[in-house]
Antibody, heavy 119, light 106 residues
């Protein structure tokens, strides 16, 4: 069965950095694009970033462009999100999600990693 | 700016009733729309993709319809476990979600 397990969340000061990881199993990781999606406390869903199956292309939401970087290591079945210049509005649960049939829908989700940006 | 608008914000119904949730796009998305269910403390779950196709393992009481700018998620007979948040989603100028509809027990 598909499993996505995020790690690396925590509390960080404004302006700081954090790297999230997502361990994937139960499917052929290097065949699928992957996403990060976030949800601020009590708020709706916001797409953050996408990376193609082979890492050849990356796309970002406007609110994180230039500050966040998505990457993957297909040899380890791992997805990453490097978050720099963090702001209070980046406080959220961050989910990794498997893309569905190259349609940019989210077929499977991890349980999430909580990032809190606070002084 | 591309926007998805969901209505109503909150829907209060009883188990066994029929639920109709709406999602309106600010421009045509053809049929490229998905629906998700999210329960408290859980990640969302894909219900419907391409407007009307049920994802794997989704019960038949869930159905999606619509094309262009107007879409509907229908739950034919509400079960207790269906009371949750529902989001629509499209990919346009990258990926956009609606603001959600909360389906609550009346």
């Amino acid at each position: 069965q598909v499993q996505l397990v995020e790690s690396g969340g925590g509390v960080v000061q404004p302006g700081g950095s954090l790297r999230l990881s997502c361990a994937a199993s139960g499917f052929t990781f290097n065949h699928y694009g992957m996403h990060w999606v976030r949800q601020a406390p009590g708020k709706g869903l916001e797409w953050v970033a996408f990376i193609r199956y082979d890492g050849s292309d990356e796309y970002y939401g406007d609110s994180v462009k230039g500050r966040f970087a998505i990457s993957r290591d297909n040899s380890k079945n791992m997805l990453y999100l490097q978050m720099n210049s963090l702001r209070s509005e980046d406080t959220a649960m961050y989910y990794c999600a498997k893309d569905f049939r190259d349609r940019y829908y989210f077929e499977y989700w991890g349980q999430g990693a909580l990032v809190t940006v606070s002084s | 700016e591309f926007v998805l608008t969901q209505s109503p914000a909150t829907l209060s119904l009883s188990p066994g009733e029929r639920a109709t949730l709406s999602c309106r796009a600010s421009q045509s998305v053809i049929s490229y729309l998905a629906w998700y269910q999210q329960k408290p403390g859980q990640a969302p779950r894909l219900l419907i993709y391409d407007a009307s196709n049920r994802a794997t393992g989704i019960p038949a009481r869930f159905s999606g319809s619509g094309s262009g700018t107007d879409f509907t998620l229908t739950i034919s007979r509400l079960e207790p476990e269906d009371f949750a948040l529902y989001y629509c989603q499209h990919r346009s100028n990258w990926i956009t979600f609606g603001q959600g509809t909360r389906l609550e027990i009346k």
